[in-house]
């Protein structure tokens, strides 16, 4: 298996302006924050590749030294924004589409406690660039002028960090940010262009791990979040409390996001506890919930999961599994693929990234079984739970200090 490692910079950077041309003729969408454009795992992209040769993909850059971290990255016209900590400060970086440094700024101070690391991915929307650090400072900055434009602190919402740090990354709804201190006021929503509070949520739980996604049919908007209780949704327009379920209440640790699509929410979890599927609908203004069943088939510590076409796929233990949305029933599991690890789903295909020695496999969304169509691995040390990115016909992983980007685009 080829490993792409420091290698050859001129070699690597040569690659840059054949992979920049095959890419234009790809179907390209931006990913602009954590787990994509619609925070569910999948890329808009169409016209990829269906097999790698062999070593993988064409590397077309690679950026070293971008501090230590679990930070995916955010894609937006051709520029790529993450996070490590370099020193004792969270540090953001931004690249352009050839892998040059634009710029970096320190954001605040690191995490240094346990799995001392980066953890937000940065989110872009318009010109403006979110993030939030493990301590839980929130900033926003100006993507061209780097200016700091505001900053808010969730202990001031009386919030109180896992002992792994805030790890969320900013979810933003019309003009709202929507962050999770937790505690008393589990949940906040601050104008996104002045960082003022729009509202607070009156529902009180202990902060765990995962990010907050949308739920929009209509013209109404739910913000889903998992917590160290359980499920919550709330009103997007006033953090009214709609919705709670107590599944995974207690945990050690809840770190994957709930998924949405094609009218079925699901959320797992790692520590044993597995899956619970409920299918949502709206009806005369009114939210239900019904839950459909639960599942041990896909204990899911850290990587997430992708639904497509009534299926949900995603990491099961040390392996991967398959579970038809509307009946519970396990198509598969135990497949190993690269062992443990993230998942992000593009143009039919899985992308799966193992979460110890920069393993990254491809495979076809089947529920027919999981077989690997393509492999590589990429350099760096300890653990990787950074997600891979599809954008604009380019992968994009992120290991330890390390970021690479290859070209996948068909043609």
């Known amino acids: 298996m080829k490993k792409h490692g420091c290698g050859n910079r001129q070699l690597t950077r040569g690659l840059v302006l054949l992979g920049t041309l095959a890419c234009t003729m790809a179907w390209a969408g931006d990913w602009p924050g954590w ?8 890329s ?14 064409a590397l077309l850059w690679k950026a070293e030294g971008i501090g230590k971290g679990y930070s995916s990255v955010a894609i937006v016209k051709d520029k790529v924004y993450t996070t490590g900590d370099v020193g004792d400060e969270l540090t953001i970086f931004a690249f352009d589409g050839n892998g040059k440094e634009l710029w970096r700024l320190a954001q605040g101070p690191a995490f240094t406690k346990s799995y001392g690391g980066s ?9 403006r660039l979110y993030v939030i650090g493990g301590n839980g400072l929130v900033t926003c900055h100006d993507i061209e002028t780097h200016k700091l434009l505001w900053k808010r602190e969730l202990k001031e919402f009386g919030g109180k960090p896992g002992g792994w740090g805030y790890s969320e990354s900013a979810l933003i709804v019309d003009d709202k940010v929507i962050v999770t201190p937790g505690g008393k006021t589990g949940l906040v929503a601050l104008n996104k262009l002045t960082g003022e509070d729009v509202w607070r949520s009156d529902a009180e739980f202990s ?4 990010s907050a996604i949308a739920i929009r049919e209509g013209d109404a908007t739910l913000v889903v979040q998992g917590t160290g209780s359980g499920l919550l949704a709330v009103d997007a327009k006033d953090g009214r409390k709609v919705w709670s379920n107590g599944f995974s209440g207690g945990n050690t640790a809840n770190c994957p996001d709930p998924v949405y699509g094609e009218g079925f929410l699901f959320w797992a979890n790692g520590y044993g506890k597995g899956g619970i599927c409920f299918q949502v609908a ?17 204990v899911n510590h850290h990587g997430g999961y992708v639904i497509d076409k009534g299926h949900v796929y995603g990491n099961h233990n040390n392996g991967w599994s398959c579970i038809d949305l509307k009946t519970g029933v396990t ?27 920069g393993r990254a496999g491809l495979a076809a969304a089947s529920p027919d079984g999981l077989t690997l169509v393509g492999e590589m ?23 330890d200090t390390n970021l690479y980007c290859f070209q996948v685009a068909s043609r």
Not at 44 to 57: Q, R
Not at 207 to 210: E, G, I, K, Q, T
Not at 292 to 298: A, G, H, T
Not at 331 to 357: C, H, Q
């Open 35 to 42: 787990r994509g454009p619609t925070r569910d795992g999948r």
């Open 44 to 57: 808009s992209d169409t016209g990829l590749l269906k097999t790698w040769p062999e070593g993988g993909p």
């Open 119 to 127: 953890r937000s991915t940065p989110v872009v929307d318009g010109n």
């Open 207 to 210: 902060v765990h791990y995962a």
């Open 282 to 298: 709206r009806k005369d203004g009114a939210w239900s919930f019904t839950e459909l069943w639960q599942s041990r088939d896909m």
């Open 331 to 357: 198509k598969w599991k135990d497949a190993k693929g690269v062992g443990k690890g993230s998942i992000a789903f593009a143009d039919g295909m899985l992308y799966l990234f193992g979460e110890r020695a």
């Open 377 to 399: 691995s990429v350099a760096g040390e300890g653990q990787s739970w950074a997600h891979p990115a599809v954008a604009n016909g380019r992968l994009y992983l992120r290991y």
